[in-house]
């Protein structure tokens, strides 16, 4: 994937971002509406539920942590825990270093702090369509930052009676999102492999190992069964 | 607006911990030389990944998020279309899960 075009890192490419990533940010905030309900079941405060949103901006992790969250609180548990989870965000990372190691440090780490699953998908589509906006991630990100923390506070303050997100169908709203991003991501028959691979391994590791695991093991082995290939 | 210590210390830990694998793979990633084959690697992390993520829900949750991932894949293929197929996704499986 060598490429000669340029990176660029723009405001028209933030906000582009923030407006492909509107029905994650919708739908993101009927989860973190759910997550500020269940962190007050779970003894969080106000200020303590919103600051956890924002500084570690990870549903995954924190949903998971919440079930750890006990009085004395288990905190080496709950850190690596969140590691962990946080494990994936070393490959996608990785797979966005040869567009975002062409822009400043400031940047680059800046706007890796906004990654999360979905706007990093969208803009890993974009890339993989030639476009070169990296500043992309950026802003669907901040966007689903705000939409998370202020859901976050809505949940923990008017909590209760909201909505089950399982009852509207919203809990599929990820999966629809990502299997529509796959189908933009399809170049033919050389992706069979590593997918199939991939779906196998993530399938498996569900069953078999506890939390979010399966997500890195088959992103590892979809990528290494489709990088070994190609060299034959 | 209460704030616990131990709690906060447990936080700032969390996030600590997520941004380092959030900066961890750039870090590495740029820092290395890449041969041709690492990146013929890391071209494929993306599909890999979301495949991983959604197998799991598609293959093994049930009748109705099959059939509603099928929808999904359809209509994601005829438009290209991203909130029309996710619209498309809750909607099929809201009415799937009623129905099988």
């Known amino acids: 994937m060598t490429d000669e075009t340029a990176v660029t890192f723009t405001w028209r490419g933030a906000l582009e971002g923030a407006k492909r990533c509107l029905p994650i940010e919708i739908s993101g905030f009927a989860i973190g509406l759910v997550f500020g309900v269940l962190a007050g079941q779970a003894g969080l405060s106000v200020a303590e539920s919103v600051l956890m949103s924002a500084l570690v901006y990870s549903g995954a992790a924190q949903f998971i942590v919440l079930g750890l969250w006990a009085a004395p609180l288990p905190v080496l548990g709950i850190v690596l825990t969140t590691l962990v989870v946080g494990l994936r965000h070393l490959l996608m990372g990785a797979a966005l270093s040869p567009f975002f190691s062409k822009l400043g440090r400031l940047k680059a780490y800046g706007s890796v702090y906004f990654m999360a699953d979905e706007n990093w998908a969208l803009t890993m589509s974009e890339f993989s369509k030639g476009r070169r906006d990296a500043a992309f991630l950026l802003g669907g990100g901040v966007a689903m930052f705000l939409s998370w923390t202020t859901s976050t506070l809505i949940g923990r303050t008017v909590g209760g009676a909201l909505l089950d997100p399982e009852r509207w169908g919203l809990d599929f709203a990820f999966t629809a999102v990502f299997l529509a991003l796959l189908v933009g991501m399809w170049r033919g028959r050389s992706d069979l492999l590593p997918w199939a691979v991939a779906a196998l391994v993530a399938v498996a590791a569900h069953q078999w190992l506890p939390g979010q695991w399966y997500i890195l093991l088959g992103g590892l082995a979809g990528s290494l069964a489709g990088a070994v290939r190609r060299e034959s | ?100």
Not at chain 2, 1 to 9: I, K, N, R, Y
Not at chain 2, 45 to 51: F, K, Q, T
Not at chain 2, 72 to 77: C, K
């Open chain 2, 1 to 100: 607006m209460s704030l616990d210590s131990l709690t906060l210390l447990t936080i700032v830990l969390m996030a600590l911990a997520t941004y380092a694998t959030r900066a961890g793979g750039l870090w590495l990633a740029s820092r290395l030389a890449l041969s041709e084959r690492a990146e013929a690697w890391l071209d494929y992390i993306p599909g890999a990944i979301l495949v991983s993520i959604v197998a799991p829900v598609v293959l093994t949750a049930g009748l109705a998020e099959a059939l509603a991932a099928l929808a999904v894949i359809l209509v994601a293929s005829r438009t290209g279309n991203l909130p029309i197929a996710m619209v498309t996704g809750v909607l099929a499986v809201l009415l799937l899960r009623t129905l099988v």
